[in-house]
């Protein structure tokens, strides 16, 4: 029995799905370039450029890296540049949530597990990955200056104000929102769709993360993409992204607020 379906269409159903999953495919890559050119894929390439010039300056452990730096003269002026600097850092954050959104799957939200549906388990979770790398950060810190390979790092290089802790505890939470949201979320959900194994995914996702921390030195380097080693495996297995927000964000406190409470007691800024 002979078929009432016209035999062009049928020879050119099969290519016309290859183009469209090749235009799709396409269209993936170069929306995930655009969002990493946007966020911390350029931090990365500055990063990488920033290092080169210290390195090309004097030894490494001679010199002073500094965070959270005073942004104008006059306090509140500075208070305004800080939370416009917080506040437009986290744009690319609301870019994939949206793009997210716009692909099937349901809420971007509950597909990265960033959200409060477990906050016990997020915080203990969070909690946990915090001591873990608290210690680890600050072994990796001492032994590169130890051998020369990582700068003097003064984690807040505010001026005393009433709102500088407020302010330092913000921009904590914004790294941990940014980093964990594009550079675990988002980036596991769209080189998965492209086809990746979760070790491609997960080593790749560790070396993006220490790129963009090279201006600091080497050491940085080498214990952020350990850190985000185990921040992929464990989202690879848990699925939620809350617990390394929590966990980056107790991290970058500690290290800021402490720093401007205590100075060199915690070990950073000698």
């Known amino acids: ?6 035999k062009e269409t049928q020879i050119s159903e099969p290519s016309e799905r290859s183009e469209a999953e090749t235009l799709q495919r396409r269209g993936l890559i170069i929306e995930l370039l655009i969002v990493l050119g946007l966020s911390l894929g350029k931090s990365g390439i500055y990063s990488i450029v920033n290092l080169v010039d210290k390195m090309t300056r004097a030894p490494l452990g001679s010199q002073t890296t500094s965070l959270n730096n005073s942004l104008n003269q006059r306090q509140y ?49 969070g909690a946990g990955l915090f001591l873990a790398m608290g210690i680890g950060t600050l072994g990796v810190y001492a032994l590169g200056r130890l051998l020369g390979l990582t700068t003097i790092i003064v984690p807040a290089a505010l001026d005393d104000y009433w709102w500088t802790v407020p302010v330092l ?3 904590a939470i914004r790294h941990g929102i940014l980093e964990e949201v594009v550079v675990v979320g988002y980036l596991f959900d769209r080189l998965g769709r492209l086809g990746w194994g979760k070790w491609q995914i ?18 940085p ?8 080693m185990i921040f992929g495996y464990v989202y690879s297995r848990k699925g939620r992204v809350m617990p390394l927000v929590i966990a980056h964000a107790f991290l970058d406190i500690a290290g800021f607020v402490g720093y401007a409470l205590l100075g060199s007691a915690i070990g950073l800024g000698t």
Request: hydrophobic residues 50%.
């Open 202 to 219: 997960i080593v790749t996702s560790a070396v993006l993360r220490g790129s963009y921390h090279l201006y600091q030195g080497i050491g």
């Open 221 to 228: 380097f080498v214990g952020n993409v350990a850190m985000g």
């Open 77 to 125: 002026f500075d208070l305004t540049y800080q939370l416009l600097d917080i506040f437009f850092a986290l744009v690319p954050v609301m870019l994939v949530l949206y793009l997210l959104f716009r692909n099937p799957g349901g809420s971007p939200f509950d597909r990265l597990g960033f959200n409060m549906k477990k906050p016990l388990w997020d915080l203990g979770w």
């Open 169 to 171: 505890i913000f921009s």
């Open 1 to 6: 029995m002979s078929s009432n379906v016209p």
